[in-house]
């Protein structure tokens, strides 16, 4: 695959036949599902709280399995060892010497299951894979393979004999949510699922290589993000830290995790810009779960998510131009231009209005010439799977012509 070749519409194509292909498979709440792979793209981390029984184990492994990654589950219980996810140092007595024992970490996608009832050392040990992607065992460094994502599940309901994730554990998942239950046409669907196949488990065929996922990574790092959008996400958090129920509100580096998400989420939608909308549409994920509430607002029943929401209803939204990467020109000209440049700028309306004079048969020659005009120039973020974007220039008009004449199924080799 060539990253020079690849646009924001291959990845969201890309990115729609992985959720069509999880949807063959477990039935996730779009919003939620857009929401972890988000954090898949922003190389950051899941976490998903709710009760038993709605799919997270199924959801997790499906998600890998569509994009060809290697998966690995761990059960977190009390007498679970940091060694037992690191992997150790063991004795060969062939060899007489000491090797390393990789543990289940050492994969793509990691379901860290129950993850609050592991004490906290354990808990720890997914510190240092989570953020920086390798695991310290004996002095030793070891990487972690390329892409990596946690997945940590935690039952709500059932507090005897958990931990609770400190907040420092807490702050390095990019986005919490919870899947909840399906609606009656859901658990329907569950059904017709379950009657069509042998196996207890459901599985899926991957329609992505591994390549194809860092790529899109890649691509991710790429998506410009407007100042006013920038000072949008800054100013959310510091609302959140004025808020006087919250006694600790959004980090900043919960804010940079907001920022990558945002991102994330405007190439899923085939943009190479991020708008308002992304920032709001991902405020309650990606900041929810970073807010340590005071003892009053605890006692009254108040949740981060309260929170989130006053900060977004209290924090004006900027207006942003669409499609572009500097802010919107002002309205009014520039006082210091002479009057012979607004002379100028007058004009071509004056002589665009002394043109239509032409012959009654050269009048009507001109009709093929708008239609030709609208095909080979359409209008931006019209294709499928584009939002509404802004005007385009001539080199991406170029970029996307030559990208139409390719054949879909040759240009990046998505699929295995």
Do not use: C
């Amino acid at each position: 695959m060539d990253e020079t070749n690849a646009t924001p519409d291959d990845a969201a194509r890309a990115v729609r036949r992985v959720v069509e292909r999880i949807e063959e498979a477990a039935v996730v709440d779009r919003e939620v599902l857009h929401a972890m792979l988000s954090a898949v793209l922003a190389r950051g981390h899941v976490l998903l709280e709710d009760v038993p029984g709605t799919g997270k184990t199924v959801t997790a492994r499906v998600i890998a399995e569509a994009m060809g990654l290697e998966f690995k589950r761990i059960q977190f219980t009390p007498d679970l060892l940091p060694s037992d996810v690191t992997g150790s140092t063991v004795y060969d007595d062939g060899t007489g010497e000491f090797e390393f024992a990789r543990g289940p970490i050492f994969t793509n996608v990691v379901l860290a299951d129950e993850i609050n009832r592991a004490p906290p050392k354990t808990q720890a040990a997914l510190l240092e894979a989570m953020e920086e992607g390798q695991v310290s065992v004996d002095g030793t460094t070891y990487d972690l393979p390329e892409p990596f994502l946690v997945v940590a599940t935690q039952n709500p309901i059932e507090q005897e004999g958990t931990f609770r994730l400190p907040e420092a554990q807490r702050d390095r998942f990019s986005v919490k949510t919870s899947l909840g239950y399906p609606d009656l046409e859901g658990e329907m669907g569950l059904l017709e699922r379950r009657a069509n196949r042998r196996s207890l488990s459901p599985t899926v065929d991957p329609v992505v290589r591994p390549d194809a996922v860092r790529l899109l990574q890649d691509m991710t790092e790429d998506v410009t993000v407007d100042e006013k959008v920038r000072r949008y996400i800054v100013e959310l958090a510091r609302q959140t830290r004025a808020d006087q129920r919250a006694e600790i509100g959004v980090s900043p580096r919960g804010v940079q995790r907001v920022f990558e998400a945002a991102r994330a989420a405007a190439l899923i939608d085939g943009r190479s810009y991020v708008t308002p909308d992304d920032v709001k549409h991902l405020a309650q994920p990606t900041m929810a779960h970073r807010i340590v509430l005071t003892t009053e607002a605890t006692v009254e029943g108040v949740e981060g998510s309260a929170v989130v929401r006053h900060a977004v209803n209290a924090v004006d939204v900027p207006a942003v131009a669409p499609g572009t990467d500097e802010p919107a020109p002002a309205s009014e000209p520039d006082l210091d231009t002479g009057s012979e440049e607004a002379t100028t700028d007058s004009e071509p309306p004056s002589e665009r209005d002394a043109e239509p004079d032409p012959d009654p048969e050269s009048a009507t020659e001109p009709d093929p010439e708008p239609d030709t005009g609208s095909e080979t120039t359409p209008a931006p973020g019209r294709e499928e799977g584009i939002m509404d974007g802004g005007d385009e220039d001539e080199d991406s008009r170029s970029t996307r012509d030559r990208h139409e004449e390719r054949q879909s199924d040759d240009e990046f080799d998505w699929a295995r």
